[in-house]
């Protein structure tokens, strides 16, 4: 998003957590309003462009939203939404993004109330790490032809253990996989977590698990580097025999036995080869 959306955004999400401190309990439906709504502007690019449409009047775009969606939806969720639609957004995709953003908020809202905000980050990061090592689950719960309902039905009988935020999480990223792999969508949902709880989440990868005070040490270590508060979410695959992967956003140290061992064989392999000898 460009300054103008991320204002926007950021200004909803203040009016987004006061309306939900006024209905505490409710998180999950009001996440699910959400989702809906979202979709369904999505799935108009009349009503998207409308409602993003900076030559009508705010007031205007308020009112189009609360017509469209006073039967639809309870009151605080209409609440947001006329909140959204009078915001300006540099793009009409800002305003669906940001929509479906509150939605997930809410869910994380209801996590960090019950004080499992960091266990619902972590199981996050778990499922990116499942999604990866089984290539075959990942293109199945990604297959276009199934529909949401049907994805969501395979990954309960595949993940039948995790908090009920993870899955309403999980569930809708399942239902947007047209839009952005479901390891990137996931990824955006630890983001988010991690920052409604005033830390930065870093996956660390292992080839062996490390101990509790192995991972103290790591956590202060990694905060003084970012200059932030941070939350590690450790992985283990033994196929990287030593040292560990470190990630932080776009930001990777690989320092692992294995990158070194390919970072050898890359060399070896771009070497010229020996001239032929005459004799």
């Keep these: 998003?460009?300054?103008?959306?991320?204002?926007?955004?950021?200004?909803?999400?203040?009016?987004?957590?006061?309306?939900?401190?006024?209905?505490?309990?409710?998180?999950?439906?009001?996440?699910?309003?959400?989702?809906?709504?979202?979709?369904?502007?999505?799935?108009?690019?009349?009503?998207?462009?409308?409602?993003?449409?900076?030559?009508?009047?705010?007031?205007?775009?308020?009112?189009?939203?609360?017509?469209?969606?006073?039967?639809?939806?309870?009151?605080?969720?209409?609440?947001?939404?006329?909140?959204?639609?009078?915001?300006?957004?540099?793009?009409?995709?800002?305003?669906?993004?940001?929509?479906d953003t509150l939605g997930a908020h809410a869910v994380l809202v209801r996590a960090r109330g019950a004080g499992v905000l960091s266990g619902v980050e972590d199981e996050l990061?778990?499922?990116?790490?499942?999604?990866?090592?089984?290539?075959?689950?990942?293109?199945?719960?990604?297959?276009?032809?199934?529909?949401?309902?049907?994805?969501?039905?395979?990954?309960?009988?595949?993940?039948?253990?995790?908090?009920e935020e993870t899955r309403v999480l999980a569930h809708r990223a399942?239902?947007?996989?047209?839009?952005?792999?479901?390891?990137?969508?996931l990824m955006e949902y630890a983001a988010q977590a991690a920052e409604l709880g005033d830390v930065s989440g870093v996956s660390v990868l292992v080839a062996q698990p490390l101990t509790p005070s192995q991972e103290e040490r790591l956590q202060r270590a990694l905060t003084a580097m970012y200059g932030t508060e941070v939350s590690i979410h450790v992985s283990v695959d033994p196929t990287v025999v030593g040292g560990m992967r470190i990630q932080h956003g776009s930001d990777v140290i690989d320092a692992t036995l294995q990158s070194r061992i390919k970072d050898v064989r890359d060399k070896v392999a771009a070497m010229p080869a020996a001239p032929a000898s005459n004799r």
Aim: charged fraction near 25%; aromatic fraction near 4%; hydrophobic fraction near 45%.
């Design 174 to 185: 399942l239902a947007r996989v047209r839009e952005m792999t479901l390891a990137a969508l």
């Design 125 to 163: 990061y778990q499922l990116m790490r499942t999604l990866k090592e089984t290539p075959a689950l990942r293109i199945t719960l990604s297959r276009e032809e199934y529909s949401a309902e049907e994805r969501a039905a395979l990954f309960d009988r595949v993940v039948p253990n995790i908090r």
């Design 1 to 99: 998003m460009r300054s103008t959306s991320k204002q926007s955004a950021a200004a909803v999400t203040a009016e987004w957590d006061a309306l939900l401190q006024e209905h505490p309990g409710r998180e999950i439906d009001l996440a699910r309003e959400l989702f809906a709504a979202a979709d369904a502007i999505n799935a108009s690019p009349s009503l998207r462009g409308t409602l993003a449409d900076t030559t009508r009047a705010g007031a205007a775009r308020k009112s189009l939203a609360g017509t469209i969606f006073a039967a639809h939806v309870s009151a605080p969720v209409l609440t947001v939404l006329r909140a959204v639609a009078g915001r300006t957004w540099t793009e009409d995709a800002d305003l669906v993004t940001t929509v």
